[in-house]
């Protein structure tokens, strides 16, 4: 496709519920990065693939986080036992390189929200 | 731990008018500064990135500079139109590692 898309765009899911969150990236990307954001905020970073390699997942807020991009193209962010406080926007977006030298695309995100 | 702040949160003005966009930040050991769009129920869309060693960027209506010993970064926009209408959030890379620091950005209204 032309862009960075994901998948699902609206999840709704039951305290204590696993969620899988998926990111389909521009063609050719190097770079993938995951970022959650909170309703009126900046969004905050999560976790950094360089093709297949997950080079820095120091912004996953707890071992209920997992994110994989097991063949350098599409990335997946899993979430176990989902609690009220993971409800937010998770945003994916690609960068034709590096991370540091290129804008970054991103998607349109999928609005998480745990009831 | 760097902070990035943006005022102000948010700005009403008429169409027409040229207004500026203020984003500071503590740590000047960044690697680039970007500023981004986000419309209601949309991902972001990057406007200008601007390096470390570089003063400005021009795109357009828009002109972005970056002052990095003051931890500082304005987003000039000349001759705003309706279709301006957005939040505009700046951020910061960090010399030291892949994370991208952001404000929470200006909420911009364009009044017809």
């Known amino acids: 496709g032309a862009g960075v898309s994901q998948s699902p765009r609206y999840k709704v899911a039951k305290r204590g519920q696993d969620v899988a969150l998926r990111c389909d990236p521009i063609?050719?990307?190097?770079?993938l990065f995951w970022y959650q954001q909170a309703l009126g905020q900046g969004p905050e970073f999560l976790t950094y693939?360089?093709?297949?390699?997950?080079?820095?997942k120091s912004g996953l807020p707890s071992d209920r986080f997992f994110a994989e991009r097991p063949e350098g193209s599409v990335s997946t962010l899993k979430i176990q036992r989902t609690q009220q406080e993971d409800s937010a926007v998770y945003l994916c977006?690609?960068?034709?390189?590096?991370?540091?030298?290129?804008?970054?695309?991103f998607g349109n995100g999928t609005r998480l929200t745990v009831t | 731990k760097q902070e990035v702040t943006q005022i102000p949160a948010a700005l009403s003005v008429p169409e027409g008018e040229n207004l500026v966009l203020n984003c500071s930040f503590t740590?000047?050991?960044?690697?680039?500064l970007q500023w981004f769009r986000q419309d209601p129920g949309k991902g972001l869309t990057s406007l200008l990135l601007i390096q470390s060693s570089q003063r400005e960027q021009t795109s357009g209506r828009l002109n972005a500079s970056l002052d990095k010993s003051s931890g500082r970064s304005t987003l000039y926009i000349a001759a705003s139109q309706p279709g301006d209408s957005a939040t505009y959030l700046c951020?910061?890379?960090?010399?030291?590692?892949?994370?991208?620091?952001w404000g929470a950005g200006t909420k911009l209204i364009i009044k017809p």
């Open positions: 740590d000047s050991a960044i690697y680039n």
């Open positions: 951020a910061v890379f960090m010399d030291s590692n892949y994370q991208l620091i």
């Open positions: 693939f360089q093709n297949e390699a997950q080079l820095d």
């Open positions: 977006a690609s960068s034709p390189r590096g991370p540091h030298n290129s804008p970054l695309h």
């Open positions: 063609s050719g990307h190097v770079s």
